[in-house]
């Protein structure tokens, strides 16, 4: 069962999602997938070639930005890209979804898309806690744009 959390009214998180659910999303509005998760991370989870296959299927866009730890500021870019670019709306997911508000935060910070403060409260009102992300979104608002 899907657990989106919208963000903004074009993008959001969820954790990890399943091959069956894409035609779910496609059915609420999304054109673009982020898959912030790494492959092989868990027995479970579901291969990322099956659900970039069928993405495919549905013509949505999917995106690979594998995250470990704490995003850097290369994947943080790449999720927010894939936002900023969607036709639609975004989903963007990983084991609990904390990774990629996490690195969508970043990337919006490091574009000046949206200031850090405002940031950690769209996540808060998404249920995640980025306090202790603070202090990087902060540094990547205030490093170059680009």
């Known amino acids: 069962m899907l ?27 999304f ?11 868990a027995p479970d989870q579901p291969a990322g ?3 970039a296959s069928e993405a495919a ?16 500021l290369e994947q943080g ?3 927010a890209e894939a936002a900023d670019s969607a036709e ?14 996490a690195a969508w935060s970043l990337g ?5 898309a949206r200031a850090p403060d405002d940031l950690v409260a ?5 249920g995640y806690d980025l306090t202790p992300l603070a202090g990087l979104i902060q540094g990547a608002a205030a490093g170059p744009r680009g």
């Open 77 to 79: 870019r790449a999720t």
């Open 122 to 126: 769209l996540a808060a009102d998404a």
């Open 31 to 41: 054109t673009t997938i982020v898959n912030n998760r790494p492959d092989g991370e």
């Open 3 to 29: 657990d989106l959390r919208p963000v903004t009214d074009t993008f959001a998180v969820s954790p990890q999602i399943a091959p069956e659910d894409v035609a779910t999303l496609k059915a609420q509005g």
């Open 108 to 112: 919006q910070a490091a574009s000046g």
């Open 57 to 72: 299927a549905q013509g949505l866009t999917y995106v690979e930005a594998p995250v470990r730890g704490a995003p850097t």
């Open 49 to 51: 070639a099956a659900l």
């Open 88 to 101: 639609g709306k975004t989903l963007a997911f990983c084991k609990s979804g904390t990774r990629s508000i």
